[in-house]
């Protein structure tokens, strides 16, 4: 494994500058790009791996902003619901018990596979545990990526604060049997969380040459403690680690800052000094401009998942007001549960698409580049990675997907940017490499056994069925009191809609 590769013949997509290659090859030596476009001879070892990508467009390997991988084995599982609501199922308050560490595996090995056949080359994981963190959970996640042969930077999304502190009303909703048994349910603190990174970063960090990595992650500022906050930060300052937050998805969060906190969650973060160019920050639906201003100054990233966001109902994030602001955007599917698939094409569609109901005016609508900008370039700047990603240029990694140009996504070819981002679905992608490394090879995955894991996960399937059926009784008996609090934070007016407009 020399990471040492030479793609032939290609239109290039690079990014970068010259955008557009009409035919030229890419040279990757040791995972590195070291050259596009005209390959001088003298650059050739002998004996290099050739790849003829003649009649193929390569791009750079998507880059998946956001992901909670431990819902990958729940696609399809539910009807739609408000985030609140849908939580009782993604991360039952009342759990008692984990799954176990191959079940880790399987289901973060099933979303690779799926990442990686659609050409998706980089995956942010905020991986939450249920109900509690262990290095064997830690392991099994990251193990799977490395098999996988992607590039994966993957945080530990773990509240610790009580579940019914998490939303306003619900302490004074909640009869005290059900607050006693949430008191009672596993919490980690800070200390056992923080031994818990120290694990992370010493095990995995920089593994597989750099291709592994970790991030930081509080799942949201309204769900830890300050302390654990503040000491999460601080790591993410010491080792230059992404810093995962979830800010105002949803209205009812907007609501909790008026009732908990007298301030927006976004002014929270900054008046703790805790909100800076590290912190990829989740969503941000429902913030206003005074939001927008202060997440622009930090130089933080927004992750944007359409597709998510409209499943749950969440509303329409403020995308023209953003960018305009000069806020650094990128877009992630969010989890399987919610997205029901890993499919980064639907989503730049959807991104493209959605907000045109946001604005009379046309001209202000997504365009294709900028789409193409967030998808790449956000992504990137999220990764934080040493080696640059997101582009075809000398110097960044070698992380690349061919598409065919004869199909009917391209077929006839009139503008690229636009068919990447209206016509493409995934279905196109052929060959798929990281770091120099092929791991797709026309359309077969090089790298895990497709077929064994499939197998294993569907010969789950009954005990799998028979957790949903406990998740769906524990969740009927506590779905009263969380639809009461998600109805009184509709009702209660903030000043702002991200329902329906950009108000």
């Known amino acids: 494994m020399t990471g040492d590769l030479l793609i032939r013949g290609a239109r290039i997509l690079t990014m970068d500058a010259p ?20 390959v001088p001879a003298g650059l050739l070892p002998d004996g290099i791996r050739t790849l003829d990508a003649r009649g193929k467009l390569a791009v750079p390997g998507l880059i998946n902003a ?19 609501v849908f939580m009782l199922y993604e991360v039952p308050p009342l759990a008692a018990e984990g799954q176990g560490a191959r079940l880790a595996y399987l289901r973060t090995a099933l979303g690779a596979i799926e990442m ?20 064997d959970a830690i392991d099994a996640v ?52 923080m031994a818990c990174y120290a694990h992370l970063v010493a095990r995995w960090h920089g593994a597989e040459a750099g291709r592994l990595g970790a991030a930081v992650s509080c799942s949201a500022p309204h769900r830890v403690t300050r302390d ?27 609501v909790f800052g008026e009732e908990k906190l007298g301030k927006s969650l976004v002014r929270y973060v900054h008046d703790l000094g805790l909100l800076d160019e590290r912190m990829l920050v989740m969503h941000a639906i429902w913030v206003d401009d005074a939001d927008i201003e202060l997440l622009a100054r930090s130089g933080c990233t927004v992750s944007h998942n359409p597709v998510c966001n409209l499943r749950l109902g969440s509303g329409i ?80 990694a070698g992380d690349v997907a061919l598409l065919d140009l004869a199909t009917t996504t391209f077929t006839p070819l009139n503008d690229l940017d636009r068919q990447l981002v209206y016509c493409e679905t995934g279905s196109s ?35 799998l069925a028979a957790g949903m059926a406990d998740l769906r009784r524990e969740a009927a008996e506590l779905e009263p ?3 009461e609090v998600y109805q009184r934070a509709m009702a209660r007016d903030v000043g702002l809609d991200r329902r329906s407009r950009d108000g």
């Not at 300052?237 to 105002?248: A, G, K, N, Q, T």
């Not at 953003?322 to 650094?328: I, Q």
């Not at 791991?439 to 077969?444: A, I, R, S, T």
């Open 19 to 38: 955008r557009h290659i009409d035919a030229g090859d890419i040279l990757v030596r040791g995972g590195r790009i070291a050259a596009v476009g005209d």
């Open 66 to 84: 956001h992901v909670h991988s431990p819902g990958n084995l729940m696609r399809g599982c539910l009807d739609g619901y408000p985030l609140e």
């Open 116 to 135: 990686l056949k659609l050409g998706i080359t980089t995956v942010l994981d905020d991986a939450f545990y249920v109900p509690t963190v262990t290095p």
């Open 142 to 193: 990251m193990a799977a990526y490395r098999d996988s042969g992607m590039r994966a930077t993957m945080a530990l999304d773990q509240p610790n604060i009580v579940e019914y502190d998490k939303q306003p009303f619900l302490a004074e909703l909640i009869p005290p049997a059900i607050r006693a048994r949430m008191d009672a349910a596993p919490r980690q603190s800070a200390d056992e969380l």
């Open 228 to 254: 654990y906050f503040e000491r999460l930060s601080a790591l993410s300052r010491e080792r230059d680690l992404p810093f995962f937050v979830h800010i105002l998805e949803t209205k009812t969060q907007r």
């Open 317 to 396: 994030m403020p995308w023209r007001r953003m960018r305009d602001a000069g806020v650094h955007l990128a877009l992630g599917t969010d989890e399987a549960t919610v997205d029901d698939t890993h499919n980064l094409w639907l989503v730049a569609k959807s991104a493209a698409l959605v907000h045109t109901l946001t604005r009379t005016d046309y001209r202000d609508w997504p365009k294709a580049p900028e789409i193409l900008d967030a998808l790449y370039g956000g992504g990137a700047r999220a990764a934080r990675r040493s080696v640059p990603l997101g582009r075809l240029a000398v110097g960044a």
């Open 429 to 463: 992608v052929r060959d798929v490499v990281v770091g120099g490394e092929l791991v797709v090879e026309n359309g077969k995955l090089l790298t895990l056994d497709e077929a064994a894991i499939l197998a294993e996960v569907a010969a789950l399937a009954p005990a």
């Open 481 to 483: 009191y969380y639809r």
